[in-house]
């Protein structure tokens, strides 16, 4: 098998021997397919009819492109198939595009997770007290539990900054900037602004009434995309505002 596959493969598909031509194919599959004779294996899938080895090969050409591009079966396809050779380069951009959005969306959905923690985080630091911060009738103690929220620590030092920032105005200073974007989006998730203990919740939600449309559409795919993210029912703040943004 091993010196004459690829012969029977053509012979059992010339005499239509079906039973030969799936084990002369799962041999090709599971062991002799190489980055050397994987172009040349491609070619003659194609010939004989053999969809699913055809796949294989093409999924390898594509995952080792540039090993196999410089091999003598490559240079050989150039010549004599320069149509196949085209589509394979167009399937291979059509990969790496695929891999880009994969790592695109990927990467949207890490930030709009991280968004959703500091929603929680927040609400659970104005509402609860968070170890040494939190409301002003909050006790702390000292054998207080483990904070549970993630996002926790990082919010502790927006917070104290907002609070004692001398350039607090939107725009004056980039991390007070970041906390009024943090106080807009919790409004914007917040489905009880009259019970809500985060400040300004009630000032924003009536803020967002002025805003322009082009603003309140940016801020409504915003509020939609995190909330998509992570599925929502810990939070009462948060459970109603997935129905109320789709």
């Not at 029977?8 to 598909?13: A, E, F």
């Not at 070619?43 to 294989?56: G, I, T």
């Not at 002025?210 to 409504?220: G, H, M, V, Y």
Request: with cysteine; charged share 25%; glycine share 4%.
């Amino acid at each position: 098998m091993e010196d004459y596959v690829l012969h029977l493969l053509v012979l059992s598909h010339v005499f239509v021997v079906p039973a030969l031509k799936q084990i002369c194919i799962q041999q090709l599959e599971h062991g002799f397919l190489t980055s050397e004779n994987a172009v040349d294996i491609f070619q003659l899938a194609l010939l004989c009819d053999a969809p699913r080895l055809s796949l294989v090969c093409h999924h390898m050409i594509l995952k080792n492109f540039q090993e196999i591009s410089i091999t003598e079966g490559w240079e050989v396809m150039k010549k004599s198939h320069p149509s196949l050779e085209k589509e394979l380069l167009e399937s291979l951009d059509d990969e790496e595009n695929m891999q880009r959005e994969r790592t695109r969306k990927s990467n949207e959905r890490k930030i709009y997770f991280q968004l959703y923690e500091a929603m929680e985080a927040l609400v659970h630091i104005c509402r609860d007290g968070c170890q040494t911060i939190g409301p002003h009738d909050k006790d702390f103690r000292d054998n207080q539990a483990p904070c549970n929220y993630s996002a926790c620590k990082g919010l502790e030092m927006i917070v104290r900054h907002f609070a004692s920032c001398k350039l607090r105005v939107p725009g004056g200073c980039i991390h007070c900037k970041r906390m009024w974007q943090l106080l807009e989006l919790h409004s914007r998730l917040c489905v009880d602004s009259e019970a809500c203990r985060v400040p300004l919740c009630r000032n924003f939600k009536e803020r967002t009434k002025k805003q322009s449309k082009k603003d309140e559409i940016r801020w409504r795919i915003l509020v939609k995309n995190i909330l998509k993210t992570k599925s929502i029912g810990g939070s009462p703040f948060f459970s109603s505002a997935f129905s109320m943004s789709s």
